[in-house]
């Protein structure tokens, strides 16, 4: 699995007596030899370099040497703080690439993300902080103590967040949504301030509640635009956003992805729109809005189709 299966090796059958063979074959032959017995040995010659890219040492050196004294200037400037955005960037174009069912985009994009794992753990080892084995040991205890039922080392019967709590110090003036993050997507942060709260009962009893409340927060949205107030329409229509996160965690659909899915959707139907348009001929500007829409049918059909 380690190496390419030309990767040559060799056979040795009864080494220094007179019925000695040498057999020279490529690694992916080695299991279809039928004369191995206690006298054989095979031997695998080191790998060069080159063959091993795909190991987790040879990242962890390539990061390093960027990060040394003859690197790469940018690798070295870089902070926790300076490397944030590319942070965000890599996780959105992950998200992408799994929204388009895209494998060898998603290997590629999964290469960013954990690029970005190494540039800090290089950085926290650089200043003596920490090191990437400090943050594998960390991932690696927190998933065995949080399953279980999987590896018996504590209670099966306690929850998730029992779990999570045993983790840390108990921190008496610590609040219930102190570990939400607040500065992600506002859509998603809605949809786990809700998530969080409804654990300790604080939540509608009913879906149809949720969704009269709906319809309280779309009047007072209605009432603020009668009364040109820009100030309560952005409060009223952020209650609304607010109210709809609790409706999809209701119906367990995570916001952020499904509004992201609607996202490309728009974008796919309205190219097809657009390459529809180029074909009679036509600028968009050009187009009736009822001529857009007739293209806009059409892109769906052939969306389904």
Same mark, same amino acid.
């Given at each position: 699995? #380690?190496?390419?299966?030309?990767?040559?090796?060799?056979?040795?059958?009864?080494?220094?007596?007179?019925?000695?063979?040498?057999?020279?074959?490529?690694?992916?032959?080695?299991?279809?030899?039928?004369?191995?017995?206690?006298? +054989?040995?095979?031997?695998?010659?080191?790998?060069?370099?080159?063959?091993?890219?795909?190991?987790?040492?040879?990242?962890? +050196?390539?990061?390093?040497?960027?990060?040394?004294?003859?690197?790469?200037?940018?690798?070295?400037?870089?902070?926790?703080?300076?490397?944030?955005?590319?942070?965000?960037?890599?996780?959105?174009?992950?998200?992408?690439?799994?929204?388009?069912?895209?494998?060898?985009?998603?290997?590629?994009?999964?290469? #960013?993300?954990?690029?970005?794992?190494?540039?800090?753990?290089?950085?926290?080892?650089?200043?003596?902080?920490?090191?990437?084995?400090?943050?594998?040991?960390?991932?690696?205890?927190?998933?065995?103590?949080?399953?279980?039922?999987?590896?018996?080392?504590?209670?099966?019967?306690?929850?998730?967040?029992?779990? @999570?709590?045993?983790?840390?110090?108990?921190?008496?003036?610590?609040?219930?949504?102190?570990?939400?993050?607040?500065?992600?997507?506002?859509?998603? +942060?809605?949809?786990?301030?809700?998530?969080? +709260?409804?654990?300790?009962?604080?939540?509608? #009893?009913?879906?149809?509640?949720?969704?009269? @409340?709906?319809?309280?927060?779309?009047?007072?949205? =209605?009432?603020?635009?009668? =009364?040109?107030?820009?100030? %309560?329409?952005?409060?009223?229509?952020?209650?609304?956003?607010?109210?709809?996160?609790?409706?999809?965690?209701?119906?367990?659909?995570?916001?952020?992805?499904?509004?992201?899915?609607?996202?490309?959707?728009?974008?796919?139907?309205?190219?097809?729109?657009?390459? =529809?348009? #180029?074909?009679?001929?036509?600028?968009?500007?050009?187009?009736?809005?009822? %001529?857009?829409?007739?293209?806009?049918?059409?892109?769906?059909?052939?969306?389904?189709?």
């Amino acid at each position: 699995e #380690d190496l390419p299966p030309s990767y040559e090796v060799t056979v040795v059958e009864a080494a220094g007596s007179k019925d000695e063979r040498i057999l020279h074959v490529p690694l992916e032959e080695l299991d279809r030899i039928i004369m191995f017995s206690n006298l +054989t040995s095979v031997y695998v010659p080191p790998a060069p370099d080159e063959l091993l890219t795909h190991e987790f040492v040879s990242l962890r +050196t390539v990061i390093r040497t960027l990060r040394g004294e003859n690197g790469c200037p940018w690798d070295r400037k870089q902070t926790h703080e300076s490397l944030r955005e590319y942070a965000i960037e890599e996780v959105y174009e992950l998200i992408d690439a799994i929204n388009q069912e895209d494998d060898e985009a998603i290997i590629e994009e999964l290469g #960013d993300v954990l690029l970005q794992v190494l540039l800090h753990s290089q950085i926290g080892e650089d200043h003596g902080y920490f090191t990437i084995d400090d943050v594998i040991k960390g991932i690696y205890d927190k998933m065995v103590h949080r399953h279980p039922h999987v590896f018996g080392q504590s209670d099966p019967d306690k929850s998730w967040d029992e779990l @999570k709590r045993e983790e840390k110090p108990v921190d008496h003036e610590a609040l219930l949504l102190d570990d939400v993050i607040m500065t992600g997507p506002s859509l998603q +942060t809605a949809y786990q301030l809700q998530k969080k +709260t409804a654990k300790v009962g604080f939540d509608w #009893d009913r879906v149809d509640d949720i969704w009269e @409340k709906f319809s309280e927060e779309k009047t007072e949205f =209605q009432e603020a635009v009668q =009364q040109n107030d820009s100030f %309560e329409m952005e409060n009223e229509f952020g209650d609304i956003l607010f109210v709809l996160a609790n409706i999809a965690k209701y119906y367990k659909v995570n916001p952020e992805v499904a509004l992201a899915k609607a996202n490309h959707k728009f974008v796919s139907r309205f190219n097809e729109v657009e390459r =529809q348009a #180029d074909i009679l001929g036509s600028k968009l500007s050009d187009l009736s809005l009822a %001529e857009l829409d007739a293209l806009w049918d059409i892109a769906k059909q052939r969306e389904r189709e």
